[in-house]
């Protein structure tokens, strides 16, 4: 069994910075390949950043240079740093595993960037 709890949201001026967290439950965390997602309102869960159990890390073009997900195994831990946030941002944020589990959904961290 494995829960995943977002933290670390907030309302944030676009050009500033916020560090999402996620920390999971269970004792497979550390072969999981991860994922932040986010859901903007309207608009399709959209996956932006992912990281292997290996530590090998992708992006989204639209977060690439801005975005950096890490992970801590013994906390049992993925990170999420967003600097030099835009509007566009705006959104609930997930984790996840790559690819994303229904059942490991969580409520999420809502992000929001004011212009």
């Known amino acids: 069994q494995v829960q ?3 933290s670390g949201g ?6 500033g910075s916020l560090r999402l967290s996620c920390a999971a439950s269970g004792s497979l965390f550390s ?4 994922g932040w ?6 608009k ?3 996956l932006v950043a992912t990281i292997t159990s290996g530590g090998n890390t992708n992006y989204a073009d639209s977060v690439k240079g801005r975005f950096t997900i ?4 013994a906390k049992k831990t ?3 740093q967003m600097n030099n946030l835009k509007p566009e941002d705006t959104a609930v944020y997930y984790c ?8 490991y959904w969580g409520q999420g961290t809502q992000v929001t960037v004011s212009s």
């Not at 907030?10 to 050009?15: C, E, I, P």
């Not at 072969?31 to 991860?34: A, E, G, L, S, V």
């Not at 997602?37 to 309207?42: D, L, N, V, W």
């Not at 996840?96 to 059942?103: D, M």
Request: no cysteine.
């Open 10 to 15: 907030g309302l944030v001026q676009a050009g």
């Open 70 to 73: 890490s992970r801590d195994n």
């Open 31 to 34: 072969i999981f390949d991860m």
């Open 44 to 46: 399709q869960r959209e």
């Open 78 to 80: 993925v990170y999420l």
């Open 96 to 103: 996840n595993k790559v690819p994303g589990v229904t059942r």
């Open 37 to 42: 997602y986010r859901q903007a309102p309207e």
């Open 4 to 6: 995943l709890v977002e």
